[in-house]
């Protein structure tokens, strides 16, 4: 049995990940249908599933998530821009933070692409999604080389803990309250949330990151408040930002004092910076800003 097992091992077609270089190619419709056909999802105790996200990597995914859930797992991927544009950008031995982590999507990938002398700090808030965060880091085996810190993220001012609004079916929609960002907590309490801890960017300024993707669900601009230390002790360092207008209380004041430092640019569909002004940002809804010097 063990001889025509083996056999049949070798008469089966093999399903190979798709290289890298594959991922940040001109050709985005060939490449997003290659990792489709890799896509698996399986249902598991506990209310996961396992999907194969990029036709390479083993991610836990809560199955009651209705936002990233069922794009990983029936597409194998989420936010094809920003894939290409780390694919692009991150090279062996950098360091990253990634915050707004959610699974681990793009912490696996940066993980990945940064190799073991590099290193990935991946900063979550919802509980359920850092302790399946852990777990994906493992599953995959890149605890080496990335760290998970359970906190959210928020201005100078904010206090050391904070309610965390929880939203039924979209994990990656938890989010602090406004009045909670940007100075001491609000008198209410919110009907509905969970005491979280909370940090700033600057907390991390000694890791020297080369890139720092943000995507904190209207967090952006007190994020932003809070890492000017890092900005200015690291010079070099990449920023992908999810900026949308309507999360901001001041988005004309958070893009003026982006343009001060980096020229605006937001990813394209195919993952490549293209110059944008603030005025179209404002026009527009969700948009992904690189900026770099």
Known sequence: MRAVSALLDLWRPRQRPLPL???AGGDRARAEAAVRALAVAVPLADRVLLCRSLGRHK???????LTHGPHLAIDGFWEWWTTACLVRQLRPGARVVDAGAGYGYFTLLAAELVGPQGRVVAIEP????AALLRRNIALN???DRVEVVQAALAGPGAPLALPLL???GDPAGAHLRPEDLHGPAGAEEPQAGIKVPVQTLDHHAALRPDLVKLDLCGAEEAAWDGMQQ???ECPAV???????????????????AMARRFPLRRLAADGTPRPV??????????AMLFLAR
């Not at 002004?277 to 969700?286: F, N, R, S, V, Y």
């Open 21 to 23: 270089s594959r991922l």
């Open 166 to 168: 929880l939203q039924e």
């Open 238 to 256: 990449r920023l992908l930002l999810n900026f949308s207008a309507e999360r901001c209380r001041a988005p004309e004041r958070l893009l003026d």
């Open 277 to 286: 002004t603030a005025k179209e940002l404002l026009a527009t809804g969700d």
């Open 59 to 65: 991610l836990l995914v809560d199955a009651a998530d």
């Open 230 to 232: 890092l900005l200015s």
């Open 141 to 143: 085996g890149v605890t």
């Open 126 to 129: 919802h509980p359920r999604s």
